[in-house]
Structure formats: structure tokens, C-alpha cells
């Protein structure tokens, strides 16, 4: 009996350690050409790691061991090893490089080029270029499904988001969506796809099962980025232009409350360990931790200048294996 | 007639260049941070600076503003008086700050894209006032491997000469 409760104590101290613990949200800064590294234990900025030029997307592989960063200026993705927290290698990559991600089995990176209106596909292990494929224009935000057989690409100058087939990589459909569409994001469910727009300020929501636009959420100023809580409930938007984050009810699909957060927010992704919203705020230069239930700000952590964080910025810890 | 198609050429390429899409913009956004610190009440300042439309009676190098209280024309003397429309995008008498931004602009003259600006003012513990003003813009070229008139060097240093200029009267002015 007592050996069990022993047992019992190792596996609880293990179990701890493993969930509670470990994760990092790597911040693109694109003014100071870097990544913060913020321990999200401490919520300390542990490293800054020199990347290519005007780093603004940023993809982490689920199990840590690779970050990827575009450089829309340099023309290159910096892969950043998770265990050293080094950037190895920056390879060339189109005219502009911006919205990446990767798909959920972490087999492919998907990388939007601003300026010649492709997505490209990277083999995330060998790091060689696959595909190449024409989507509209100024392509920006993705989001890839669950099953690994489709992203969406938003098309900024095409009022437009690209539904492609990860199997052939062929465009499957063309959404209409509001003006100036940045950024995608798929429900937890993947039933509805988020996308939203810049200059008309709303969110179009679309069913992913039909491609039907269901509805329309007027936000606040310039929406940049969205993030989902882990259950699907409430979607929190970034609102660029008006230095907020709106925060819509995703069953009655309606913008529920309007919260000040500081200068040009951006980046935004929800941490599940602790059900806390980060958001990363352009003009502060700032990391901003806000507690997705009592909506109360609990921390502000500097970063580099200029910071974006454009797309999902958290992954595990490598460092202290 | 044979100089048609250079003619068609020439003119295509000008507009190009200067009637860009303003809602299109390259990748990397530009910030920048002036101020000042002025041996005057914050009321005082602020009262100098808080009407939108009469810029002028307080920046040295606007020569003439053109105003309905909702958007104003500028027009900069440094830069060929090249004129600068803006929009009032936010006000607060409370909080003694507005925000601006650029609707229309020749960017041979001034090469800037999608700038917003917000000037405030403060008061400090020991009786002085600060002046902020901030602003938020790309460079003007919105394809890759700008021409260096239009890079984003070129797009700072418009911006903050506009600035430090403003900014150094209004303290002479308040000051003297």
C-alpha cells in the first residue's frame, strides 16, 4: 500500500510536470528582425533570436522540434531548432513570404507569397520546395483542417479565400469574402471557417461543409487575427485600428464585447494549459496575457520591436530535455 | 506617331507610381515615436494644438490648411508644398490627444502608404507637459526592392522631419 501511494505520488509529480509546464510562444518582431522566446511558465523572454529580414509569420511544429519564420523582405523562412533555440538555416522562398502553416500531421509547410500570389509547400523534414500553387491575390492568412485534406488561404487584394485539397494541391473553390480578407481560422470542429477582413471591419463566417457564407459579424477597426477558446464557445478577434479585441459568441455568432488592450494588436493565440489569450500588441511592443474567463489582464511582457506573430506562435519546450 | 507607344508607356508607368490602390501596402509596417518636453501647462498646449483644422498656426512648415473640422489639406512647404489630405479619425478633448490619418498623397513628394498618426498630450509631476505624436505607415512601394526615393528610409525620415519640425516650434512658441 504504501509503495502504491509512492507510485502514485511519482505519477502525479510526472503528470505535473508534463502538463503544466514547458511551452513557448516564439513572437516574429518584425522591426527588430527577430524572435522572442517567452517561457510561458514564467512569462519571461528567455532568448532573442536573430532571423531574416522583417520576420511576420511564424509556425511551430506540435511536437516543438522546428519553427518556421517567413521574412517577406529577405525572401526566406528561417528554421529555428526548438532544442537549441538557434536559427539553423534560412532558405529562399519566392518574393515575399508571409502567411505559413503548418498541416496538423506537421508533414507539409504551407507559405502564402504576398507579392507573386502562390502558396508553396515545403516538405517540413527535408526542407524542399514541393508545389507550387497559384492562389489569388496578395495571399496572406491559412488555416488547415483536422484531416489533413484542406487549407484555406485568405487573398487580401482579391476580397477572397482559396479552399485547396492538400492531396492534389488543387483550388477547390473560391470563397467570396469581405474586403480585404488577412487572416483564416477554422472552429476547434473545423465547421466553420472565421475569416477576417480588413477594410470592411467584420468577420465572414462560412459552413465548411457547403462553402455557404452564413453570416456577416461586424467588429471593431481593421480585424487582423483570430483565435478560438479550445471548446469552439468564443472566437477573439484582434481589431488593429482601434487598439481592441472583440469577442464574438460563436453560437448566436454575434460580437459580444469590445476590450482595450493596447496599440495595434496582432498576433492572437489561445494557450489551452492555462485557458489564457495572448495577444501581441505592434505599437507597445508587447505580449499581453489576458484570462479568457474573468477577462482580466494578468501580464504584460516586452518583446521586440514591431512585433507581428502571425499565426500559431506556442509550442512545447525542448529545452530543458 | 511612332512615339505612341513610349507616349502610352510613359504615361501608364506615372500613374502607376503615383495612383497607387491606398488600401494595397507591402509587408512591413513602420512606427515611429517623437516628442517633447514643453515648459508649459498641458492645458496650454493643448489648446495651441487641439484645433484639427488650424494646424498651421502652430507647424512652421505648413504653409496653408484647407479644412471642413472632418478632413484637412495640408500643404507642406519642405516637400514642393505637395498637398497632404487627411482625415480626423478620432478625438478626445479629454484626454487632449487625435488621431489622423493620410487619405490622399503624391508620393514623389511625401512616400508614405496607410499612415495613421495620433499627437497627445501630458502633464508631468514637476509642471511640464510632454508631446507625443506617433504614427503608424508602410513605405510607399508596394511591391518588393523599392527604388530608394521610395524605401522605407525614405518613408521614416518624411515622417519624422514632419514631426521634429512640429514639434520644435510648438515648444518655441509655448516656450518664449
Request: hydrophobic share 40%.
Amino acid at each position: 500500500m504504501k509503495n502504491f501511494l509512492i507510485n502514485l505520488w511519482i505519477f502525479f509529480f510526472i503528470f505535473l510536470k508534463v502538463s503544466f509546464s514547458n511551452d513557448l510562444a516564439f513572437i516574429t518582431n518584425q522591426l527588430s528582425n527577430s524572435v522572442s522566446v517567452i517561457d510561458l511558465e514564467t512569462y519571461k523572454v528567455i532568448k532573442e533570436i536573430s532571423v531574416g529580414s522583417r520576420p511576420a509569420g511564424v509556425a511551430v511544429t506540435k511536437h516543438g522540434k522546428r519553427i518556421f519564420v517567413s521574412n517577406p523582405e529577405s525572401k526566406e523562412i528561417s528554421v529555428i531548432d526548438g532544442y537549441k533555440l538557434e536559427n539553423i538555416k534560412n532558405i529562399s522562398l519566392g518574393k515575399g513570404p508571409l502567411g505559413i502553416a503548418l498541416t496538423k500531421d506537421d508533414k507539409f509547410l504551407l507559405v502564402a507569397d504576398w507579392y507573386d500570389h502562390k502558396v508553396r509547400v515545403i516538405d517540413s523534414s527535408t526542407l524542399k520546395l514541393i508545389k507550387e500553387i497559384s492562389v489569388g491575390k496578395s495571399p496572406a492568412g491559412i488555416d488547415t483542417d483536422l484531416k489533413n485534406s484542406k487549407f484555406y488561404v485568405a487573398n487580401r487584394d482579391d476580397h477572397t479565400v482559396s479552399v485547396v485539397n492538400i492531396k492534389n494541391f488543387q483550388v477547390e473553390k473560391v470563397l467570396k469574402a469581405g474586403k480585404r480578407p488577412f487572416a483564416v481560422a477554422l472552429s476547434p470542429d473545423n465547421n466553420f471557417l472565421y475569416v477576417a477582413n480588413v477594410k470592411s471591419s467584420d468577420v465572414s463566417v462560412f459552413d465548411t461543409k457547403n462553402y455557404k457564407k452564413i453570416t456577416t459579424i461586424k467588429v471593431g477597426k481593421s480585424p487582423y487575427a483570430i483565435t478560438f477558446l479550445q471548446d469552439g464557445s468564443k472566437a477573439f478577434v484582434t481589431n488593429q485600428h482601434e487598439n481592441t479585441i472583440s469577442i464574438i459568441d460563436t453560437l448566436n455568432k454575434k460580437n459580444i464585447k469590445t476590450l482595450k488592450i493596447g496599440e495595434y494588436p496582432e498576433g492572437i493565440n489561445f494557450y489551452i494549459k492555462t485557458k489564457e489569450v495572448l495577444i501581441v500588441n505592434w505599437f507597445d511592443s508587447e505580449v499581453v496575457v489576458l484570462n479568457s474567463m474573468n477577462l482580466n489582464i494578468k501580464k504584460r511582457i516586452e518583446v521586440g520591436e514591431g512585433p507581428r506573430g502571425f499565426g500559431n506562435f506556442i509550442g512545447p519546450n525542448l529545452t530543458k530535455n | 506617331m511612332k512615339y505612341l507607344p513610349g507616349i502610352i508607356f510613359l504615361i501608364v508607368s506615372f500613374f502607376n507610381l503615383t495612383i497607387t490602390d491606398v488600401f494595397s501596402h507591402g509587408p512591413t509596417r513602420q512606427k515611429l515615436k517623437e516628442s517633447i518636453t514643453i515648459n508649459a501647462k498641458p492645458e496650454d498646449v493643448w489648446n495651441l494644438i487641439k484645433d484639427f483644422g488650424k494646424i498651421d498656426i502652430w507647424h512652421p512648415s505648413i504653409s496653408k490648411v484647407e479644412s471642413d473640422g472632418k478632413t484637412r489639406t495640408i500643404y507642406y512647404s519642405p516637400r514642393k508644398n505637395t498637398a497632404i489630405k487627411q482625415k480626423l479619425e478620432n478625438y478626445s478633448d479629454e484626454k487632449m490627444m487625435y488621431k489622423t490619418s493620410i487619405t490622399e498623397v503624391d508620393i514623389k513628394f511625401f512616400p508614405v502608404n496607410t499612415y495613421t498618426a495620433n499627437i497627445s498630450v501630458k502633464g508631468n509631476e514637476d509642471g511640464t507637459s510632454t508631446v507625443l505624436w506617433k504614427a503608424a505607415f508602410y513605405r510607399a512601394y508596394v511591391n518588393n526592392d523599392p527604388p530608394p526615393e521610395l524605401n522605407e528610409a525614405a518613408a521614416i525620415k518624411a515622417v519624422k522631419e514632419f514631426f521634429q519640425s512640429g514639434l520644435n516650434n510648438l515648444k518655441k512658441k509655448l516656450e518664449n
